[in-house]
Structures are given as C-alpha cells and as structure tokens.
C-alpha cells in the first residue's frame, strides 16, 4: 500500500500556557513526546516536527509524517505521550508536503 501524508497539530490545554504551572511531571512527558518522535524519525516516518515558540495560548507544534491509512495516523497522532497523557491536544489532517528545503549542514 502507498504510503500518505499527514499533518498533526498540538495544542497546549490552557493549564499548561503558563509556565508556573509546569512540574516535573509534565517536562518528562514533553521529554517522552521527544524521544516518542525519534524512533519514526530514524525509521523515515516522520519528516517534520516543530513548535511556535513561546509558551502562550497562541503556542502550537507540527508533526508531520507519512501512514499507510488514516487509522494508522490516527494510532500515531494518540500514542503521542503529550497527547496520551493529556498536556496537549491533537488534530490529524491529510496533508501533502509540496516544497521542502534540505536544511542539513
């Protein structure tokens, strides 16, 4: 089967937007996210992850990556720790990578 682009976005829960609220038990979940997006990375899976910076209500990341199926993207996208774990929220879309620049040394 051809494999397809996706696109999720994560969000911040609100809670979250500030920085006083912030404990050890969520920078290890955000540490988990990270290292959760490696293993797809090494694998050629995922092509892309980022976020805005700043840590506001208006703050977002991307993780932008390539599935099967939609359901398969879907299992990626909530097996994300900050997703599973409930610190961001997430949203999936079909997306399709049209221009990308080599940004490697």
Known sequence: MK???????LNLL?????????????NDIVARHFRYLTKPLEDKILIFAGKTKGL???TFGIVIFQAETEDEAVSIMNQDPAVKEGIMTAELF???????QDLRP
């Open 94 to 100: 079909p997306f399709q990578v049209a221009l990308m």
């Open 14 to 26: 609100e809670r979250w937007t500030t920085e006083e609220n912030w404990t050890d038990k969520e």
């Open 3 to 9: 494999t397809q682009q996706f696109i999720y976005k």
């Open 56 to 58: 506001d209500s208006s």
